[in-house]
């Protein structure tokens, strides 16, 4: 009896093994003929040919379109119970690539990228639960076999204490709760669960994911945009929701859940075309008067005033619509704006956020000036914890620069959300007579070291020294140097046009003024910039300024040469030899020619910024 178990056991293990090995075999099969249907592309140029060959049928075909031209097509095919989406890139007839996903029974399956090279790139492999449920992406090899890489798709929260602090809810595609910096910032219940909710999967867990396009390739929106929220205010609490695709009418639902979590701000980093998608949302939003929703504008590269792009243009009273401000104060390239439908620009190119799988990357768009303005609002709320959507509303709207960027935007230009009291410190002064010096024209300069910048007091002096030696040749003195040193935040010590604002607007200095400061931010960098009026209609602030970094080679000449852009509100240069206006400057190189001097006079003089002296 004992010899009959084992028998048993021993066939019934084979008969599993042997059971597997077939299923393998039959996988390695299937995902063999995908392989083979990819790759057909690289010979074959139209979906009709590609199906004969390989034995299936063509279901629908279409052209992709890249900006008004033809690159490729986008094909689906059947073949008994499993489907194909393949599509093929060619522009210009020069083949580049292609993507098919598999699915069978309605389920997808596999999904394979080859390249110009027809080589395989990309595959992954979709797995499933016992539940049947989609579980996780699986990356294989160019063999087709399973790697360790997965991309979970709905995994549990993971428990963490509940901070404290103002809540946000951020409407978006849900957010990476596994990564620590997001889980340690969500609010959660007393019962230790995180509020917010998924109303596209209508479960408890807002994972960030958006497969809309591709269940293999799901965009992933929503950590970024939430990481911006906490980088800008990491005293934020916050409400995840992944908004509900299938059915925009669960936005009903959605709003009713954060209204009953006695949230008042919430972030919305997202939009599309159809106004009908949003007209539940619409409805609920304007009884929910007390609440106040950041929208973004999108970013289109239209003005929404004709083209509208929704939520954005429902022109709700507790709504504000921002958008994207490159370092000129007009709309970034790709952001959309519109007078009547866009309250403000906001600085949002190249922001450092956290993406999906913890890496730092630098973005740009629309959606980032939505979370940095919800990140402002919640600082206000903070500070006035009764106050409601139309006082958060008109504070925010009170730091706008009227710029006459409402050639953009109906409010204007905010150009730093981060901004606060305090951050600028004053710790001193000093002034420099010079009234003695015997010359024609007279220069009063303020200088404004930053501390912790690189730059020393004596550096101040040397500077001054050789400015007052090369200006002499166009008998132009100066008659005071004001001297201040600043104590600022780490964050204001590297030069920027929209945080310069900020440095600006919390001291009292008379203009000329040159910054010394750390490094610069702007791309391309410069050691050393110059700000007269004709490049400074929208950044008034910086108006008749000087900002050089502590990298400067040549401090003295580098100062003279961006002073001179300053009195002769010119941006030129020449290319004369041994000319302190050159584009580059070099050690040694001073010389300022009789019209040069006539013109910095003489414009210096119309400006205000030159005195003639009177004897």
């Known amino acids: 009896m004992v010899r009959l178990a084992q028998m048993r056991r021993a066939c019934l293990v084979f008969c599993l093994l042997l059971s597997v090995s077939v299923k393998l075999a039959h996988a390695e099969e299937q995902y063999s003929q995908a392989l083979a249907l990819v790759r057909s592309t690289c010979t074959e140029s139209l979906p009709e040919e590609i199906a004969r060959s390989m034995g299936i049928s063509v279901q629908t075909s279409a052209d992709v379109v890249l900006r008004g031209q033809v690159v490729g097509w986008r094909a689906s095919f059947t073949s008994g119970t499993s489907s194909f989406l393949l599509q093929r890139l060619a522009p210009g007839n020069r083949f580049r690539g292609a993507r098919l996903e598999w699915w069978r029974n309605q389920r997808a399956e596999l999904a394979l ?45 993971p428990s963490s204490k509940a901070p404290k602090g103002v809540a946000i809810a951020i409407i978006d595609s849900g957010v990476n709760y596994t990564l620590a910096e997001i889980n340690q910032r969500l609010a959660r219940g007393k019962n230790g669960l995180v509020l917010g909710y998924d109303f596209w999967d209508l479960d408890r867990r807002p994972f960030d994911s958006n497969p809309d396009r591709s269940p293999f390739f799901p965009r992933r929106h929503g950590t970024r945009t939430a990481s911006l929220v906490i980088r800008e205010n990491p005293d934020a609490v916050l409400v995840p929701y992944r908004y509900p695709r299938p059915d925009m009418s669960r936005m009903r639902d959605l709003l009713e859940d954060l209204k009953n979590r006695g949230i008042k701000i919430v972030a919305m980093p997202l939009g599309s075309k159809r106004k009908s998608e949003w007209e539940v949302f619409a409805e609920a939003a304007q009884r929910l008067n007390h609440i106040l929703f950041v929208v973004s504008a999108g970013n289109n590269g239209v003005n929404i005033d004709f083209n509208p792009i929704y939520p954005a243009g429902l022109n709700l009273e507790n709504m504000i619509v921002v958008t994207s401000a490159d370092d000129s104060g007009r709309p970034a390239e790709g952001s959309n704006w519109g007078q009547r439908l866009v309250d403000l620009l906001v600085p949002a190119e190249n922001q450092k956020v956290t993406d999906f799988d913890g890496s730092e990357i630098h973005v740009s768009g629309s959606s980032y000036a939505a979370s940095r303005i919800a990140a402002m609002a919640a600082r206000i709320l903070q500070q ?62 303020s200088i404004v070291r930053l501390e912790d910048s690189g730059w020393r007091d004596t550096d101040i002096p040397v500077m001054t020294n050789e400015l007052r030696a090369i200006f002499s040749q166009c008998k132009i003195g100066l008659s005071e140097v004001r001297y201040y040193t600043l104590q600022v935040a780490p964050r204001l010590l590297d030069f920027d046009a929209m945080t310069a604002h900020t440095l600006t607007e919390q001291i009292d200095v008379s203009t000329p003024t040159v910054y010394l400061v750390r490094d610069t931010l702007r791309r391309p960098a410069y050691d050393g910039e110059a700000f007269g009026q004709a490049n400074t209609q929208r950044l008034p602030w910086l108006r008749d300024s000087v900002w050089l970094t502590a990298g400067m080679t040549e401090p003295g000449a580098g100062l003279a040469h961006e002073l001179f852009h300053v009195l002769t509100n010119s941006g030129a240069h020449v290319a004369e030899q041994g000319n302190l206006m050159q584009e580059r400057t070099q050690p040694g190189v001073s010389y300022l020619s009789d019209m040069q001097c006539r013109q910095a006079i003489e414009r210096g003089s119309a400006s205000g910024l030159l005195i003639q002296r009177v004897n």
């Open 113 to 157: 990228t080859v390249g110009n090279d027809c080589q395989l790139q990309i595959a992954r492999r979709m797995h499933y639960d016992k539940h049947g449920q989609a579980s996780a992406v699986i990356h294989l090899d160019r063999q087709l076999n399973h790697t360790p890489i997965r991309d979970l798709l709905n995994p549990p929260v």
């Open 384 to 445: 006035h914890p009764r106050w409601r959507a139309a006082e958060l509303k008109q504070a925010i709207f009170n730091r706008a620069v009227q710029d006459g960027s409402n050639e953009w935007a109906g409010v204007g230009l905010l150009p730093d959300p981060q901004a606060q009291m305090g951050e600028v410190l004053m710790i001193g002064y000093q002034g420099m007579d010079r009234s003695a010096v015997q010359h024609g024209y007279e220069l009063s300069l």
